[in-house]
């Protein structure tokens, strides 16, 4: 089994910026991909970036590829997700998820095995 445990969600005013926090702990040996994950009022739950165990590859959605950072430490086995500029559509539920492989479907949240609670950002105009 695999646990996450993530943090770092709030309230932010526009322009301003947040850093999540996800922390993974249990058999983790065979977990090769980190993501994130959120989730809107009356929406699907979309990607929104995904980092390499080594770190070398990371993947983001178009809408916060010049917005976002995701990156990890290797020793704590944590994930984080650096977000800079939030607008008002960044409002979500946000949910750290965890993967052995990148498959060619790695986008749908459906082939992701392991899940965090989810924390909600809440970004005023």
């Known amino acids: 089994q695999v646990q996450l445990v993530e943090s770092g969600g709030g309230l932010v005013q526009a322009g301003g910026s947040l850093r999540l926090s996800c922390a993974a702990s249990g058999r983790t040996f065979s977990i090769n991909y980190r993501g994130w994950f959120r989730q809107a009022p009356g929406k699907e739950r979309e990607f929104v970036a995904a980092i390499s165990r080594s770190g070398v590859n990371t993947y983001y959605v178009d809408s916060v590829k010049d917005r976002f950072i995701i990156s990890r430490d290797y020793a704590k086995n944590t994930v984080y997700l650096q977000m800079n500029s939030l607008n008002p559509e960044d409002t979500a539920v946000y949910y750290c998820?965890?993967?052995?492989?990148?498959?060619?479907?790695?986008?749908?949240?459906?082939?992701?095995?392991?899940w965090g609670q989810g924390t909600q950002v809440t970004v005023s105009s």
């Open positions: 998820a965890a993967r052995p492989l990148w498959v060619a479907d790695g986008f749908d949240p459906a082939h992701w095995d392991y």
